[in-house]
């Protein structure tokens, strides 16, 4: 996992006055050591921290520099070893600082830096540069002075059970594990919340956080005085939101109001789609949010763990949403598994919480939410089948089952409901479900959408399919991969695009690309259609003859990064497998045969992980295919990579420093069609390495017969 953060700093501490200061900057570890001690004194600085993972116990862990190793940033920087470390980046680059090492201080410069892999619990100095702190993890600490720009912190919140903390001696009063430490000449009367962003209302610097699940202290005050430590009040101020921010796992359009599930819940008025405006946010939920379902003024969030990891936990939150701009959680409810969906009629609440590994942990739960704020458990009932989406009408509940049909349950009495004895087959996997009014969509595998009609005496009656693009083999699992407007059913089609179909009869009238972007959910304002996905929004004007996207404000994405930044931007394509940035970042100036803070070029990363798309625009924008590459795709079994390096001139019979060869390597874990190609281009059947071991012994080391009995038919010893 990768993690892109931002650090810089300038600092104020021991007699500087509130007004008319002079600011020192901490530029060694004897000055952070100093400002440190400072804010231990007088209590705006914590003199511990918890550290330990989520599910273990936690202790307490004295803040300090001590046994620390510096390492002054550039662009041929590594942290080396797993001690803690001080990263100095003073200058005015824009850095991208990769560091997987221990506990970190950063102490960066004015300009927009990075910080990749940041683990463990760090200290956080921010400047004046708009920075941004990605993925952070443990338990951190961030100092702002003002003028600090607009930085982006995303971190792992985590509140404090003083049971779990191993010996705990009444010296931890906080509420959670990290911090932001706002530094003198910052009151707290300086800062408001407007949504999901920390502003200081007299210069405008803001920090957008992932969660306000974080301690706020200042260096101007005692803390421990106040009644309510973390108090900042909210200001009630709509803000322009760039189109390019609305992305997420899901969407739900009502009324031109636009809910999204991208992490928290984004409230976004769509009334101008141009000049989007952002009502309010939620992002102190336990979960990340999947799904949003409206009825009425009720919003039922579904929410599933970190990673997704199965049985990790899922959660609903009920949230009252009368007034858009301060959305209320009023009860939340938690379950065993992921939630991806629910379905209700207003008075029962239905929820499937499945797990998709272990049949023994799967139940349909319904639960009476007449009151919204103390939802009552109804009944409980075992499921046989895995299930993510379900549907209700006049009495019956319709659960997806990823399989090639639905499961359907009379849910008439809600305390005892029964599963229909009939179900609806399909050719394909039965993924997504959709209900508008009494009408029942089923999306399914190979391009193919099924309607049918939920009669009031509980009938299902088939009306028509479907049939789009039977050689696109998934379908959307996303929880708005369909929607429907103005009697067209609009439908995501990953790399196909959007198809469009007329609900009456069925007949697809179009299907609009997007550039062969993946696209998994979809919705309409007006005459525009919202296609995106977790990352990429488009939006195209229904009246418009020629498929158009909006272009991002800033035509060229890359204009004001540095090279270190273009560098780490070309390892994560190559990671994630992505042709076209990879083009445009080697266009930009990134070096595709540079192994810089990674340790690793491009072209050998996407080797080692078999990354097909993004090896073959490296290799022809630049990158060679040395033999490092070549190696690390047989460490692997990456025939294909293999394949592709040799194309481009790699050698197909590369040893490593030992002299093992790829024969050597591909014998003893892969297949016999890839020891049988191997052979036949030529690589030396019975070369030896490291004390004249064998391709052959090699595979009985991996006991792997059928290339042991290949490889002995050819002669080989």
């Not at 008075?347 to 998709?356: C, R």
Request: with cysteine; glycine share 8%; aromatic share 8%.
């Amino acid at each position: 996992m990768r993690y892109i953060m931002v650090i810089l700093v300038v600092v104020c501490f021991f007699g500087c006055e509130n007004k008319g200061v002079q600011t020192t900057r901490i530029d060694s570890l004897e000055s952070l050591k100093s400002f440190i001690k400072d804010g231990q004194e007088k209590g705006y600085f914590p003199k511990e921290i918890l550290t330990g993972l989520p599910t273990f116990p936690k202790r307490l862990q004295p803040v300090d520099l001590e046994n620390r190793t510096m390492l002054t940033w550039d662009m041929h920087a590594r942290c080396e070893g797993s001690g803690k470390k001080i990263v100095l980046a003073l200058d005015a680059t824009n850095h991208s600082i990769v560091c997987d090492a221990g506990d970190v201080a950063y102490i960066a410069g004015d300009g927009d830096d990075w910080v990749d892999d940041a683990v463990d619990n760090d200290i956080f100095y921010m400047g004046k540069g708009d920075d941004t702190v990605h993925n952070s993890y443990g338990s951190d600490i961030f100092i702002f002075e003002e003028n600090w720009g607009h930085d982006v912190i995303e971190f792992r919140p985590e509140s404090v059970d003083t049971a779990q903390i191993k010996g705990y001696d009444g010296s931890y009063p906080w509420k959670y594990t990290s911090f932001i430490i706002f530094g003198k000449g910052i009151e707290r009367e300086d800062i408001h919340w407007e949504g999901e962003r920390l502003v200081h209302t007299k210069t405008g610097d803001s920090i957008k956080l992932s969660s306000r699940e974080i301690n706020i202290l200042f260096a101007n005050e005692n803390s421990a005085k106040l009644k309510d430590k973390n108090f900042i009040p909210t200001k009630k101020v709509p803000q322009t939101i760039a189109l390019e921010q609305i992305k997420g796992e899901s969407l739900h359009i009502q009324n031109n109001t636009l809910f999204l599930a991208n992490q928290g819940l984004l409230i976004i008025d769509v009334h101008d789609i141009k000049n989007p405006m952002l009502l309010s946010a939620l992002h102190h939920l336990p979960g990340i949010a999947t799904s949003v379902s409206i009825v009425g003024d009720i919003a039922y969030v579904t929410q599933a763990a970190p990673y997704f990891s199965e049985g990790a936990g899922g959660w609903v939150s009920i949230v009252d949403i009368k007034d858009l701009q301060n959305p209320t959680i009023l009860s939340t409810l938690n379950f065993g598994n992921n939630i991806f969906s629910i379905a209700t009629n207003g008075k029962y609440l239905y929820v499937a919480d499945t797990n998709f590994s272990h049949k023994d942990q799967r139940a349909l739960s319904i639960f009476d939410v007449s009151t919204p704020s103390e939802p009552k458990l109804v009944s409980k009932t075992k499921l046989h089948e895995y299930s993510r989406f379900m549907a209700y009408a006049n009495g019956l509940l319709i659960l997806s089952t990823f399989q090639d049909y639905v499961s359907i349950f009379d849910v008439e009495n809600p305390k005892e409901p029964q599963k229909m004895a009939h179900t609806l087959a399909f050719d394909g996997r039965a993924v997504g479900l959709k209900m508008y009014h009494n009408t029942l969509l089923i999306n399914q595998d190979k391009g193919a959408l099924s309607l049918f009609e939920i009669t009031k005496d509980k009938h299902i009656v088939p009306l028509c399919d479907a049939q789009t693009n039977p050689t696109n083999r998934y379908a959307s699992n996303s929880p708005s991969a369909m929607t429907l407007h103005n009697g067209i059913i609009y439908k995501a089609q990953y790399q196909d695009g959007v198809s469009l179909i007329d609900m009456k009869n069925c007949q697809v009238l179009k299907t609009i690309p997007f550039d062969g972007v993946s696209i998994a959910s979809v919705g309409v304002v007006g005459n525009t259609l919202i296609a995106m996905n977790k990352e990429k929004a488009f939006f195209h004007d229904l009246n418009a003859k020629q498929v158009s996207t909006k272009p991002s404000a800033q035509t060229d994405p890359y204009a004001n990064l540095s090279k270190d930044q273009l560098q780490t931007l070309l390892y994560q394509a190559a990671q994630d497998d992505k042709a076209n940035d990879v083009i445009a970042l080697c266009k930009a100036g990134a070096n595709p045969n540079f192994a810089g803070h990674e340790r690793h070029t491009p072209v050998q990363i996407s080797a080692r992980l078999g990354k097909l798309n993004a090896l073959k625009a490296l290799l022809e924008n630049g990158g060679r295919a040395d033999g490092e590459s070549m190696m690390f795709a047989a460490l692997r079994e990456q025939i294909e990579a293999m394949k592709l390096l040799e194309h481009y001139g790699g050698n197909i019979a590369q040893t490593d420093k030992d002299g093992c060869s790829t024969l050597h390597y591909i014998a003893q874990d892969g297949t016999v069609e890839m020891v049988r190609y191997l052979v036949e281009k030529g690589v030396p059947l019975n070369a030896t390495c490291r004390g004249k071991e064998s391709a052959l012994k090699w595979a009985n080391y991996g006991k792997n017969i059928e290339v042991i009995q290949y490889l002995e038919s050819k002669g080989a010893r």
